[in-house]
Each structure stands twice: as C-alpha cells, then as structure tokens.
C-alpha cells in the first residue's frame, strides 16, 4: 500500500517536472557573455540603458551577452566608490550597478567614479533558464527526490 502511494507521488512529481520543462522550459537568456572588470575610478556622462541593480557592486550576468544591449557596466559598493543618486529608490549609499551603450573603451568624463566593467564574449557561457522555470523545476525535483527518498528509508533493514 505504502509503495504504491509512493509510485504515485513519483509519478506526480515526474508529471510536474514535465510540466514545468514544457512551460518555462524555453524561456531562457543565452548568456554568451560575462563581466570583465576593466577599471577603477571611471564612469560614462549618460548611455545608460534599461534598469539598474541594487545591492551589489558586481554586475548582473543576464545583462551581459546575446538579446542585451548594455556593452559595459559602472558599478559602485558603497565604500570604495559611492554614486548617491541611488538605484530605484534603494540605499543610496549602497552597492548598485548601471548599464551603458557605451564600450568601456569609450567610457569616460562621467561624474560619478566606480568599477567599469565590459561585457566580453564567453564562449564556455552555457544558456540558463528563467528564475521562474528554475523554481517551477526545482519544486519538481524536490517532491520527486522526497518520494525518492523516502520509499528509500521504508525499504532499509534495520542496523
């Protein structure tokens, strides 16, 4: 009886995780790029482009790479370099990181000194998939491991 409730939550699991391929599967962001960090104490005046990041002062890896039009980064921690106009309404003098349009070549004259980053091609950069198809699939395999592992606990003899 317990086995056969076991085989069921297996194969419910096995279905989720199925689901959630078909799902969120495709939704994924071919990297093809990674942060290479250029510089200390340089920033560009404007070219920024799509949202910052707050709370760190390295770059987002999603933004960096094919489907992506920033080519460098500014970033700064707070300590070393600190840019006060803030990200989205986050600590101001926290870490936070901008995107530009322009190569970090060219990035030059801006007010507000941080660590210059340039988006380089990676040719080991591997696609990743979505956070939300990352999560629907590791529910998946979290209750197809639990039913795993516990059919594996019932069937072991006794020390």
Not at 22 to 34: D, E, H
């Given at each position: 009886?317990?086995?056969?409730?076991?085989?069921?939550?297996?194969?419910?699991?096995?279905?989720?995780?199925?689901?959630?391929?078909?799902?969120?599967?495709?939704?994924?962001?071919?990297?093809?790029?990674?942060?290479?960090?250029?510089?200390?104490?340089?920033?560009?005046?404007g070219t920024d482009v799509g949202p910052c990041t707050a709370g760190s002062s390295i770059p987002n890896p999603v933004r960096c790479g094919e489907g992506s039009p920033a080519t460098s980064a500014v970033c700064w921690d707070g300590a070393t370099f600190r840019n006060l106009s803030g990200c989205n309404g986050s600590d101001p003098e926290g870490p936070w990181c901008t995107y530009k349009t322009t190569t970090a070549a060219e990035c030059i004259d801006g007010a507000n000194p941080g660590f210059l980053y340039e988006c380089v091609d990676d040719p080991t950069a591997i696609p990743i998939m979505s956070t939300t198809g990352v999560a629907a699939m590791g529910l998946a395999l979290t209750a197809l491991m639990g039913a795993g592992v516990r059919r594996r606990l019932r069937s072991a003899e006794p020390v």
């Open positions: 009886m317990e086995c056969a409730r076991s085989d069921r939550r297996v194969a419910v699991a096995l279905r989720s995780l199925i689901v959630a391929v078909m799902l969120f599967g495709t939704a994924t962001v071919a990297l093809g790029g990674t942060w290479k960090l250029v510089a200390a104490g340089r920033d560009c005046a």
